[in-house]
């Protein structure tokens, strides 16, 4: 196990810049299955969720391989590999093959997306249960609804689903109500309708970003997807994809989102650049009204050339001054679908609230346990009450202290324990980190670049 000696207390200075979406990295991996020919994916984060997809596709007889941006080089070695940013994606001879499935990698992460781009692959199949962050159950109702509706049948048992082909066809489908508006669901229903001639309509589907990754790489294999009004998506299929292709992976709103709670918690002057800001306005305006103090450069474009970006400068509070101090909002701070609070940065306004004058309540209705898990943050000094396994009441100390602190089985609330033992005087130990390491890149050392202290412990 690794863990972080954290120095809490310091302030945080100048810029740092977003990293690219793991969400939006590993849906588009999963959809590069639907091309015969060569995909590559550029500016893919070096994360655990990232290797655990790529062993599930190596196993299935898939080519995964890093290489360079500019010249396509296959990484020769380790070294090499370190400063490859690129992902070729590339189905071996033979085609894909489940017969040396890793079960065990299928389980840990939200395989269940591979769905919609194996049943263009195989008529019947088996699919292992899916894992990923441990907050309660993981339903796959909006999958299995949704994917009916192009004449799939899946059977749950105990350890697999049952998949296979109604009749001898697959067919569009004219109208799919989505179930409940999941990201990995829309995504799974756009790869599955991509090679599925005809016109589908898929209603009630987030366009978060993480579905526009998904939806702007389609298109580059040819396949029309028109985003229409009230969270719809039409997908003109296409029988057949088999092209060479590149593209660029967008930024994430959840890195920025991150910076931005450690720059509030240690009361700092800090520079976020690369910005989605499409995906974070709303949590921006909460901000605003708890006090918070920021700017916004001009918009501009990511490399993908559909992503709108800015660099959100934030400034730090006098704190002698009543009207600069961080205040509770008079209302709770929930999460909803895509354009409302993301779901992932929801958790970030816990260590914010903790130092906000007031009571906050935080209502996670999502997730029957990852309420639970904000709890941790007492061991820091913070006074948070569960209501119940979705509600949780947030009174607003003065300072927080350092601890130890072993991170929880899950990667957002393991992040906002480290933001908050960024503001906690004193020294504190996180361990276990890999939950952390699943989402975040290289996070310690690119805190230490912008004023934090961090140590990394290796036992």
Not at 48 to 73: A, D, F, G, H, I
Request: with cysteine; aromatic share 8%.
């Amino acid at each position: 196990m690794t863990g972080f000696k954290i120095t809490g207390g310091r302030k945080l200075k100048g810029s740092i810049t977003t990293n690219t979406s793991k969400n939006g990295a590993v849906c588009m991996m999963v959809a590069a299955l639907l091309n015969e020919g060569e995909t590559i994916l550029h500016r893919i984060p070096k994360i655990e969720e990232v290797y655990r997809y790529k062993e599930l596709m190596e196993s299935m007889n898939v080519e995964v391989v890093w290489v360079n941006e500019k010249t396509k080089q296959v990484a020769k070695n380790s070294q090499e590999e370190k400063f490859y940013t690129s992902l070729k994606i590339k189905i071996k001879k033979g085609g894909i093959n489940l017969k040396k499935l890793d079960k065990d990698v299928a389980n840990k992460i939200r395989s269940f997306t591979f769905v919609g781009a194996l049943i263009h692959v195989f008529k019947k199949f088996n699919w292992p249960n899916s894992g990923g962050c441990k907050m309660g159950e993981r339903t796959v109702a909006a999958h299995k609804y949704g994917l009916e509706y192009f004449g799939i049948d899946i059977k749950t048992k105990e350890s697999f689903y049952e998949i296979k082909w109604k009749g001898k066809k697959l067919a569009s489908a004219e109208s799919i109500a989505m179930y409940e508006s999941s990201d990995t669901g829309a995504v799974n229903l756009l790869i599955a309708a991509a090679k599925i001639k005809g016109e589908t309509n898929i209603k009630f589907a987030p366009q978060n970003y993480q579905v526009l990754d998904v939806v702007y790489l389609l298109e580059k294999f040819g396949v029309k997807v028109d985003i229409l009004a009230a969270n719809t998506f039409k997908i003109t299929g296409v029988e057949k994809i088999n092209c060479n292709v590149e593209h660029f992976n967008s930024e994430d709103p959840i890195d920025a989102m991150f910076f931005i709670a450690s720059c509030i918690v240690t009361n700092s002057n800090l520079t976020i650049k690369n910005s989605p800001i499409d995906f974070l306005e709303l949590e921006l305006e909460k901000l605003k009204r708890m006090n918070v103090k920021f700017n916004l450069s001009k918009k501009y474009l990511s490399k993908n050339g559909k992503t709108n970006l800015v660099d959100i400068k934030i400034f730090s509070r006098n704190e002698n001054n009543k009207n600069e101090r961080l205040v509770a909002l008079y209302d709770k701070i929930h999460t909803a679908p895509f354009p409302a609070i993301n779901n992932d940065n929801l958790p970030f306004f816990v260590p914010i609230a903790t130092l906000a004058e007031g009571i906050t309540l935080i209502h996670d209705w999502t997730w029957e346990n990852r309420a639970i898990y904000f709890m941790e943050l007492n061991k820091l000094g913070a006074d948070l009450r569960l209501a119940d396994q979705h509600r949780v009441y947030i009174n607003g100390v003065k300072e927080l202290k350092a601890n130890e602190i072993v991170c929880p089985p899950a990667l957002r609330p393991a992040a906002i324990i480290l933001v908050a033992m960024l503001a906690a005087k004193g020294v504190s130990i996180l361990r276990n980190v890999y939950s952390i390491k699943r989402g975040y890149q290289d996070i310690a050392e690119r805190l230490n670049k912008i004023g934090a202290k961090i140590e990394v412990l290796k036992d």
